[in-house]
């Protein structure tokens, strides 16, 4: 059974800086491009961020490039989010997700998700 699970969320100030983390089990997870999703109330979910399985590619939402950053460790099967500079459009509830395909950025593309964590950005 394959389980996904966040850590990390909270709240935060406007400027500030939140690690999200996600430990996968249950699958081969270095054949996998794992990312990062969010959903606001009322909105639909949205790519934020992408690793292929050997971290070779790395590929960002447009609002969050250079202001958060994905990584991952295999050996720890785990996936991380750095997000630095946060603005309160930032609050979400963030998923991590699973895929064998190449550069995914569509929900339909992933094939397992996490149960989200909350973060929220106050003004």
């Known amino acids: 059974q394959v389980q996904l699970v966040e850590s990390g969320g909270g709240l935060v100030q406007a400027g500030g800086s939140l690690s999200l983390s996600c430990v996968a089990s249950?699958?081969?997870?270095?054949?996998?491009?794992m990312g990062w999703f969010r959903q606001a109330p009322g909105k639909e979910r949205e790519f934020v961020a992408g690793i292929s399985w050997a971290a070779g590619s790395i590929y960002y939402a447009d609002f969050a490039k250079g202001r958060f950053t994905i990584s991952r460790d295999n050996a720890k099967k785990t996936i991380y989010l750095q997000m630095n500079s946060l603005k309160p459009e930032d609050t979400a509830i963030y998923y991590c997700a699973a895929s064998p395909r190449v550069a995914p950025t569509t929900p339909s593309e992933y094939n397992y998700w996490g149960q989200g964590t909350q973060v929220t950005v106050s003004s």
């Open positions: 249950g699958l081969t997870f270095d054949t996998y491009s």
